[in-house]
């Protein structure tokens, strides 16, 4: 049963998802993605939106206690089938909470990765590059940055700038190759980017900014390098800092989308950090990393 909404002040979260659905169309999205509305009424007023990279149960009882109306994230709450919303799993337990709570959830995911502006813009832009170009083209959507920084950097400067612009994580910035390497040509993918490495290496990319790079395509990546002058060097910037980089440019979209009905509507980014990492042990110091694996 639809809800009337309460004054016509009020927008109301068909509006917010008609905005949404035009910077970020549904079918925009990879088709094993799942994006959209996730829970919520059409009907129902929307004061206060909330934006996060992870729907998890803290990002929603941050939201719930700033009174959220919406919570927009990046990644998808149910991408996978699930046969409970008992809240004996957490994935049960997170819906539960946001339809109790009356608080409708939307995730923009893939369709927000290939959006131009988008996820990869964000990144790109926090490298310092402008005036990019896509680095591949999946299922017919630009994935991915490619552009030439203004100036060369050293690889760890180039690294150091980036991190200033990222959220703290205790993992933090994890870097391949030699600290005084040459970096002017940089590929970026926002999450996990260890599929795209013929992508990197056909746009002559001398560095690749990415996240959850695993052991073995990491290793193959930096022997081939290995063979052709060292590059590309690689930057892990981690999964949720690499993706939160969206945030911001999402809430002042949104807004501008609206026009003058998001007057009133307040518009937030989770102070969540919602990477999985706790602390690290061992990690050595930028100066003892010389690129020198042996
Ligand atoms: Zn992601």
């Not at 309460?6 to 035009?22: G, Q």
């Not at 999205?29 to 934006?51: E, T």
């Not at 390497?181 to 260890?194: F, S």
């Not at 002559?204 to 900014?209: E, F, L, P, T």
Request: with cysteine; hydrophobic share 40%.
């Amino acid at each position: 049963m639809g809800r009337v909404t309460e004054t016509t002040d009020d927008l109301s979260l068909r509006d917010v998802v008609a905005a949404l659905e035009r910077l970020y169309p549904l079918d925009t999205a990879q088709s094993w993605d799942r994006v959209g509305l996730v829970s919520g009424d059409l009907d129902q007023p929307v004061r206060r939106i909330h934006l996060a990279v992870d729907p998890t149960l803290a990002v929603i009882e941050e939201a719930k206690q700033a009174g959220a109306d919406l919570v927009i994230t990046h990644h998808p709450l149910l991408l996978r089938g699930i046969h409970s919303v008992a809240t004996t799993t957490a994935k049960g337990a997170a819906v539960t909470e946001l339809i109790v709570n009356d608080i409708a959830l939307y995730c923009a995911h893939t369709n927000a990765d290939v959006a131009d502006p988008g996820v990869g813009q964000a990144l790109a832009e926090a490298c310092g590059l402008s005036g990019t170009q896509a680095l591949e083209i999946t299922e017919g959507q630009e994935l991915g940055r490619v552009g030439d920084l203004p100036e060369p950097l050293g690889l760890a400067e180039f690294a150091r700038r980036l991190h200033e612009a990222l959220p703290r994580t205790a993992g933090g910035v994890r870097v391949s190759g030699p600290a005084d390497g040459t970096v002017r040509r940089v590929a970026v993918l926002g999450g996990a980017g260890d599929s795209s490495f013929e992508a990197v290496r056909a746009s002559g990319a001398d560095v690749y900014v990415t996240a959850d790079l695993r052991h073995h395509p990491a290793l193959e990546a930096r022997e081939e390098a290995s063979l052709t002058g060292g590059t590309p060097y690689l930057v892990d910037a981690g999964h949720f800092a690499s993706e939160s980089l969206w945030l911001p440019g999402l809430a002042s979209r949104l807004v501008t989308e609206l026009g003058p009905a998001a007057a009133r509507l307040e518009v937030h980014v989770s102070q969540v950090r919602t990477d999985p990492w706790d602390f690290v042990l061992g990690a050595a110091a930028p100066e003892h990393t010389q690129g020198d694996h042996a």
